[in-house]
Nanobody
Framework: QVQLVESGGGSVQAGGSLRLSCAVS????????MAWFRQAPGKEREGVAR????????DYADSVKGRFTISRDQANNTLSLQMNSLKPDDTAMYYC???????????????????WGQGTQVTVSS
């Protein structure tokens, strides 16, 4: 059974940084596309960033480009999201997900495809 466990969330002031981690276990094949999503209260879940199995391809939502960096450590089965220059609009529950297919972020978010973690809360105050 695949398990994804997020950590690293918290409260920070605008302009600050946080680093989210996602520990992955139970995958028999590490060749999974992985991604981060977020959902703010009253809003739909949206894709933040995705990374290909070999880490050669990364893709970001326009709202986080230049501020967030997704990375993965295959040896330690860990996915990370470095978040800099945080804004109040970044406040949300953040989720990691894994899938055998690298879906377009919008499709992945809308259909909740693959395996998902339980989320970690990020709160950015102004």
């Amino acid at each position: 059974q695949v398990q994804l466990v997020e950590s690293g969330g918290g409260s920070v002031q605008a302009g600050g940084s946080l680093r989210l981690s996602c520990a992955v276990s139970g995958l028999t094949d590490a060749r999974r596309c992985m991604a981060w999503f977020r959902q703010a209260p009253g809003k739909e879940r949206e894709g933040v960033a995705r990374i290909s199995p070999s880490s050669t391809l990364t893709d970001y939502a326009d709202s986080v480009k230049g501020r967030f960096t997704i990375s993965r450590d295959q040896a330690n089965n860990t996915l990370s999201l470095q978040m800099n220059s945080l804004k109040p609009d970044d406040t949300a529950m953040y989720y990691c997900a894994a899938s055998e297919t690298c879906y377009k972020l919008s499709t992945w978010a809308r259909n909740r495809l693959g395996d998902w973690g339980q989320g970690t809360q990020v709160t950015v105050s102004s």
